[in-house]
């Protein structure tokens, strides 16, 4: 899936991308530690890469999509029913935000972020996103705040009811298999931490 922006909101993009980012990303020190992350199961699943048919035209993919799932920092997910799940997840680059999961046919068992810093509602659609998604709006506080299902190459809009400052897209259905729920809390590791927007 990928970012959707009106044409005025991605002119402010481009210009956010070639200049950099305003937006500051917590401190190592307020971002919440991942605890429970430290044993996920191995994979042996190769990189999210596009699965094309020889001669087909590729399409654009996120440059995450080729680290190795086992190589992938991680996100935690701490449950207020008790307990936690980590997710190996992929930090895309703030010029990738429009590429997001397009161009992907098959995603193994990750996710990918997208950080903006500051809360705000824009929308998210699956052009040229061939699989289906589940994501998880999280707030400023780091607890999140909706999550919807999204369906393969749909063009429709979906905007959250509320703002966001990240989104955690994943497999379809993991948030509910997982019992990962609105006000769950939101952990990175040091890992993703450091590779969100750097303070400006």
Not at 74 to 81: K, M, N, P, Q
Request: charged share 15%; with cysteine; aromatic share 8%.
């Amino acid at each position: 899936m990928h970012l959707l922006v009106t044409a005025g909101a991605l002119l402010l993009l481009l210009a956010s991308c070639a200049e950099g980012s305003n937006d500051a990303a917590p401190a190592a020190t307020d971002t919440p530690a991942t605890a429970g992350c430290n044993s996920t199961p191995s994979s042996t699943a190769t990189p999210a890469i596009s699965d094309r048919s020889p001669g087909a035209t590729p399409e654009p993919t996120a440059s995450t999509g080729a680290t190795s799932r086992d190589a992938l920092a991680l996100v935690e997910f701490v449950r207020a029913s008790g307990g936690s799940v980590c997710l190996p997840t992929e930090v895309v680059p703030r010029n990738e935000f429009t590429i997001g999961l397009s161009g992907r046919y098959t995603l193994d068992d990750r996710g990918m972020l997208f950080y903006w810093g500051t809360p705000h509602q824009g929308s998210f659609w699956m052009k040229n996103t061939h699989v289906d998604l589940s994501i998880a709006f999280v707030g400023a506080d780091s607890r999140i705040v909706e999550i919807r299902e999204m369906q393969a190459e749909s063009l429709d809009y979906v905007t959250p009811s509320v703002a966001y400052s990240y989104a955690i897209e994943a497999q379809p259905g993991w948030y509910a298999r997982n019992a990962v729920s609105v006000g769950d809390e939101v952990r990175f590791d040091d890992e993703v931490a450091a590779q969100l927007p750097a303070a400006q």
